[in-house]
């Protein structure tokens, strides 16, 4: 394509102002960008994010409370617990006693066999010495005494023995009933102190279960509140995100971000914003690389895009408030007129643009059909 002008062909300038009057003429004013749909279509999705963020919160209220009441029972399963150990040690100071008791009453028993083991001897003395007597009498061969005085000691010398004989028993019956009783006492203590220990210790294993029950309920409900905040998290951050998006699409004013624009394509300017000069330019013209993708400046909605010979695929954007942008020169496109544009979305790619003897772009601002200075709402180039 030649870079050189065809005698009674209109530059892209007039062709431009030219597309603007045409619109105007044939719709009037275009109307806002059509971003109803879109800001509805946000609007709705983060209404039902925070619905999802109530019942994430609520559930994790329930969760915290239940918690806590978990933690209250393990409180009191722990006092129980603390009260049940001071139960033990009581019990153990009464074992301990009893103890005492059990060894004080072994030793009685020592004593009560040893001290019956010297009454049995004294009974053998008693009855060896009372045994010769015994036999003499059953075989009728009893020494006969000549006096009475010798009679009489020998009677008082016999009932002697026999009546030490007879209370030599007695203590050893009475020893023997002693040592049952303090056997047996022996037998009921251990009793007594394994019971008591039993029951408490049972006591204390059915408290700890309780208590690792609880600790197992509390772990579950711990981890489902940890994942209940992080699903709260990701809707959180999802409503932040779409709120944001709501906001850029509803605070989409074209003069806000006058100045900090980003530029439609990266390369060097060839031709500036000098509407005084014959014949007038009314845009930037840049030299880009090859099949450079052009984008655009700032949400808009399409309402042209066709080849004009001479200037390559022309597309202009709307972007509201009576602000148009324009991108001359693409060697292709594939939006459609009617397509709403996000900022910084592809257009197109460069193609062949006469002034940079290369790939390059033409790009204008106008506000109605008044050409204005791109350079002034671009973002300054580092």
Avoid at 206 to 226: S, T, Y
């Amino acid at each position: 394509m030649s870079a050189e002008r065809i005698p009674g062909r209109p530059d892209l300038k007039t062709i431009a102002c030219i597309l603007f009057v045409l619109f105007h003429l044939a719709c009037g004013p275009l109307p806002a960008l059509g971003l109803e749909p879109q800001a509805s279509a946000l609007k709705e999705s983060m209404e039902q994010e925070k619905e999802r963020a109530r019942a994430g919160k609520k559930g994790l209220t329930r969760l915290t409370q239940k918690e806590r009441g978990l933690y209250l029972d393990l409180a009191g399963v722990e006092d129980a617990i603390e009260g049940v150990q001071r139960q033990i040690t009581q019990k153990e100071r009464e074992l301990s006693v009893i103890d005492a008791l059990i060894e004080q009453t072994g030793k009685e028993h020592a004593a009560l066999t040893k001290l019956r083991e010297k009454t049995l001897e004294d009974l053998d003395g008693l009855i060896v010495a009372l045994w010769p007597f015994r036999i003499q009498d059953t075989q009728g061969r009893l020494e006969r005494v000549s006096t009475w005085d010798r009679a009489d000691r020998r009677f008082v010398w016999t009932a002697a023995i026999y009546r030490d004989t007879r209370e030599k028993l007695e203590q050893v019956r009475d020893q023997s009933r002693r040592i049952e009783s303090n056997l047996a006492q022996q037998v009921k203590l251990r009793e007594d102190a394994e019971v008591r220990l039993s029951d408490i210790n049972q006591a204390k294993d059915r408290l700890l279960r309780d208590k690792l029950l609880f600790l197992h309920r509390i772990q579950e409900v711990r981890a489902e509140r940890i994942n209940r905040e992080e699903a709260l998290g990701r809707i959180l951050a999802t409503i932040k995100d779409l709120d944001y998006r709501l906001k850029n699409l509803s605070g989409k004013k074209f003069e806000e971000l006058k100045g900090y624009m980003p530029w439609p394509a990266q390369g060097k300017t060839v031709a500036g914003f000098h509407p005084e000069v014959s014949p007038p330019q009314m845009g930037l013209g840049l030299s880009v690389p090859e099949k450079a993708p052009i984008c655009s400046i700032f949400w808009g909605k399409v309402v042209h895009n066709d080849v004009l010979r001479g200037f390559g695929r022309v597309v202009i954007l709307y972007h509201g408030d009576n602000y148009y942008s324009l991108y001359a020169f693409l060697s292709e496109s594939p939006v459609r007129v009617g397509r709403q544009m996000e900022k910084g979305e592809p257009l197109g790619l460069a193609g062949y643009y006469p002034e940079a003897k290369g790939p390059g772009l033409y790009f204008e601002l106008r506000f109605g059909e008044k050409a204005i200075n791109p350079e002034n709402w671009l973002a300054a180039q580092g």
